[in-house]
Each structure stands twice: as structure tokens, then as C-alpha cells.
């Protein structure tokens, strides 16, 4: 039954419990008080079965709740996904050049292209993909102000009856989205959707998920991985690859971190890979390599090549359908965050990510051998900026989390909040200053 809040207080009654009157908590209790037979707005149900964004506001409300008791300590957080270091000089200089240009007559812009200057496509085209001999041309791309929201969005331009495939851990937001567009069912106790199908990736697998059992459509794949920093080689790639070319199937290809892979030999494209133009959409982000979190600026490849099929079997090809999307519910990327964005092309500009780069994956170092030093077993950290942790014996992944905040004052992020079977794991992240990370390491290696 989906959610038709509506005129009799039965029908609320009921459409709680079809929910599971647990996972809706304070909701269900102020449905009670409403009252029922005014006529009222239906919400979308399917926001509904989401387990109440349980990851990060937990996190908030025990660092609340210690900072409290404890207000003379001073956290260091090593918890949350965002870069701290400042914008490279080259981004800025063209950003304010393009604020200058906007305040003339000549060089004022309005709406832009919904796809993205051209002028940036091409850089992108010739720097991040032929120059490692992927053919994806300028029209194939298409500039964004997210990753997070176009993998997300590309939703949209999907059936609903796709069987869809996420590893387990897994970036909570490609979950989420197929929850709200109603591709999925409720949660179970563990804390996984019926309709989905989870992929494990542990120590026990290296943490390369096998090729699901079942028959899927849509494979979401995250290299280097949020949040366990593991790579995937070209082979392990090609395995997937091949998969969706004989399952006629659809690979989400998430790089957001594939500047910081340090190891030639694995591939930061999934367009590396042979045949992968048929059958992969990939998703890339200026967020982390150039420090654009808060300036935004990232953009989806869409290959000409690229199928689907209509309910009457028709092929219909996926660029025309996003390039009408995006016209439709997008204006585009502003002119000087797109300058901005073309700056990391720039020889200054690469010099100056690359420095970024390398700041981060030093501090990815230092946790690395702090933590190895203190007999933990970590993961990741060499081509991504990401450490995970196996947790010691003896306590949970949220046991830890309590351990570092308490005794440590230390904040980091417990696997589980990335799925069940983040269980037993930690994550640690290198976006932070050298002196947080080596004060933070000191306290570690004193309490642990
Ligand atoms: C940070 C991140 C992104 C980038 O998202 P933006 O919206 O471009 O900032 C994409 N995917 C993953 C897995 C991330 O961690």
C-alpha cells in the first residue's frame, strides 16, 4: 500500500502500520494528532520507508551529548567526507577573472548551455579520457553542479522495474535515491531494502563484490571506493563489464576519486575498459581533487552508444533522453564556477590539484601507519583518501566510534552506517590538516 495520507483516520492507521509503525517513530505519533478528516496534501510514501537519515545525525547527537559533559575538550574530526584545504590558486584566479568579465557588457553571460560550456567539455574530453585512450567526445559529457545529485537523478531516465545491484557497504545516497523514486521495498531489521540486491564487499572478499546471483539491470560501482578505499584493478573491472554486456545490463560508474589513485596500473576510467562504452554511465566530480565541495562543479559521461529498451522493446538510446532531461530540469552550471572548473586543466592548475592530492594521501599515510603500528588492521588509504578500519575484538563498529570519542576525542564514521556489512569496520578520512591528523594519531596511539 503506498502512503495516501487521507480523509479517514482508519486509512492513516493503516498506512502506518503497512510501514512498520518502527521505522516511522515520531511520525506515526503525530499522525495520530492530526486530524484526519481535514483534507491534507498527499506526501510522496516512499520518503517513508527511509530509515530516518540514521548515520550522520547519530554521529552528531553522541559528539553533542559528549562535547556537553565534556566541554573542555576539543574534538578532531576524521568523520566526514568533506576536503579542508583551500581552493587552488588557479581555480581563484579564473573565478574572479570571470566575475570581472561578467561586469562588462561584452562579457556578461546569462544562460548558458544546459550541458556545459563547450570550451570545458573539450578540456575534459581531451585531458581525463583521451589522454588515457578512452574515446569519449566533448558531446558525451555533461557538466553538473554535483555528482551526488546526477547519480541520483540519472533515475529519472530508468524504468522502474529495473533489478537494481549496490555493494554492501555501499555510498548510502544511490540507496536512498532508489528508495524515494519507489524501486525498492521496506527495510528489514538489518537494515537492508527488499528489492535490492547487496553485494558484500569484506575483508573476506578483499573486497571485491562478487557478480550478483541473480539476473540485475543496474550495478552501482564506486572506484576508488567510498567508504572502504579500495581500487579495482582493470581486470576486476572487465569482470563487470563483461557481465553487463551478456545481461544487457547498465554499469553506474561512480570516480569521484580517481585522482587520488597513485598505482599506474589501475584504471581511472571504466571507459579503460573494453566494451564498457556500450554498457556504463560514469559519474565524475571536481569536489575532491580541486576542493570544489562547496563550489560545485562535476559532470556524467553519457556514451552515444549507450541502449536501453522501451516496454515494447524498442532500443532507445540513454544520451538523448538525459540531454533532454537535463534541458528540461537543469539551467546549468554557472559561467565562473565553469571557468573555475576549467582551471584544473591548466598546467598551473594540475600542478596545484596534484599538490592537493598528494597533501591528502601523505595524511592517508600517517593514519595508515599509525594504525598498522598499533596492531590494527586497516585497509585503503593508498589510492584513496579513505582508511578502513577492522575494529578490535571485542567491540562493534559503533563500540569504536564511542571508544575514539571518548577516550581519544577522535570522531570517525562506524561501517555499519554504510551498511550491514560495514559491521566490524571504521572509516577514517585523510581530508584534514597535517596537525589534526598527527594530533589525532598521538591521541589514538596513547588510549588504543
Ligand atoms: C564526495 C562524493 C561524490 C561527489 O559528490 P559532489 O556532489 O560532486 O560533491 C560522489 N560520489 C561519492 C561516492 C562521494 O563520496
Known sequence: MRGKIKTTLNVVLITCYSYGST????????????????????????????????????????????????PETDLIRLGIGDVTEPLPLACRDAMKDAIDEMGTSDGFHGYGPEQGYSWLREAISKSDFYSRGCEISPEEIFVSDGS???????????????????????????????????????SAESGRYDGLSYLPITAANGFEAQLPEEDVDLIYLCFPNNPTGAVATRKQLAKWVDYAQEHDALILFDAAYEAFIQNDLIPHSIYEINGARECAIEFRSFSKNAGFTGTRCAFTVIPKSLKGKAKNGEEIDLWSLWNRRQSTKFNGVSYIVQRGAAAVYSSEGKKQVNELVNFYMANAKIIRSHLSDLGLKVYGGENAPYVWIEVPEGVDSWGFFDQLLSKANVVGTPGSGFGASGEGYFRLSAFNSRLNVEQAMQRISATL
Open 23 to 70: 521505522h516511522l517513530g515520531s511520525l506515526h505519533r503525530k499522525m495520530l494528532l492530526i486530524d484526519a478528516s481535514s483534507p491534507m496534501v498527499q506526501v510522496n510514501g516512499n520518503y517513508l520507508k527511509l530509515k530516518a537519515g540514521y548515520l550522520f545525525p547519530e554521529i552528531a547527537r553522541r559528539v553533542r551529548a559528549f562535547s556537553e559533559s565534556h
Open 148 to 186: 551526488k545529485c546526477d547519480s541520483s537523478n540519472i533515475l529519472d531516465i530508468l524504468g522502474e522495474d529495473n533489478r537494481i545491484a549496490v555493494t554492501d557497504p555501499v555510498y548510502p545516497v544511490y540507496v536512498d535515491s532508489n528508495v524515494m523514486t519507489g524501486r525498492t521495498g521496506l
